[in-house]
């Protein structure tokens, strides 16, 4: 069954530095992978996905992921931080054989500092 | 494109009663998921339901029912409330197709079981 391992509930950083927010996935079938990002009170909304297209995926709001099969890792990056990058992040898994069944990780929360 | 549509909001509910929670799909879309989101952890997949039929179910009891209309639209119904079922209950919309067919979330209902 698939399963997604989120690296570090709690990631700090400067604004202008880099975000690096780790994703490891378990997947016997090629994996479709997608991350997610949540505001406060807010639902989910989608930064990327993998779709077996490129290994190296360029998302919304400056963020891209990097997907490398031989480290099962679908790591998300932001090369400089912006106050309004605050937020949960979650990484997902599709569900093999099912449509749009998402498997999450635990998230990873955040935080930017001026 | 209003998106996918959530009500209530917000919930108020006594331990050992029913409730039911609503969601509009996004144009176009015809599956429906559900997602339990207690605080601080990720969404755990409910159900999903397609062509007015639940298709498939994640690890959750039976208290956990719903429906789908012939508009798409779907409800989740929670018998016999337990303290544990607060959370963030969201759902979420795709189409039924390639597995890298993105979910679109709403903004969730929040449930407060006292």
């Known amino acids: 069954a698939q399963s997604v391992t989120q690296l570090g509930s709690h990631v700090s950083v400067s604004e202008g530095a880099l975000v690096l927010l780790r994703c490891n996935y378990s997947s016997s079938v090629p994996p479709y992978l997608f991350w997610y990002v949540q505001y406060p009170n807010q639902g989910l909304q989608l930064l990327l996905k993998y779709t077996s297209a490129a290994t190296l995926v360029k998302g919304i709001n400056g963020f891209e992921a990097e997907f490398k099969k031989s480290e099962t890792s679908f790591h998300l990056t932001k090369p400089s931080a912006h106050m309004s990058d605050a937020a949960e992040y979650f990484c997902?898994?599709?569900?093999?054989?099912?449509?749009?069944?998402?498997?999450f990780g635990q998230g990873t929360t955040l935080q930017v500092k001026p | 494109d209003a998106g996918v549509t959530q009500s209530p909001t917000h919930l108020i509910k006594t331990r050992g009663q029913q409730v039911t929670l609503r969601c509009s799909p996004k144009?176009?879309?015809?599956?429906v998921s559900w997602y339990q989101q207690a605080l601080g952890q990720g969404p755990q997949f409910i159900f999903q339901?397609?062509?007015?039929?639940?298709?498939q179910r994640g690890n959750f009891p039976d208290r956990f029912s719903g429906h789908q209309f012939p508009n798409y639209s779907s409800e989740l119904n929670v018998n016999a409330l337990l303290l544990g079922d607060s959370a963030l209950y969201l759902c979420a919309s795709s189409l039924r197709g390639p597995m890298n067919t993105e979910a679109f979330f709403g903004q969730g209902t929040r449930l407060t079981v006292v």
């Open positions: 339901y397609y062509e007015e039929e639940e298709r």
């Open positions: 997902a898994v599709n569900d093999s054989g099912n449509t749009g069944k998402l498997i």
């Open positions: 144009s176009g879309h015809d599956t």
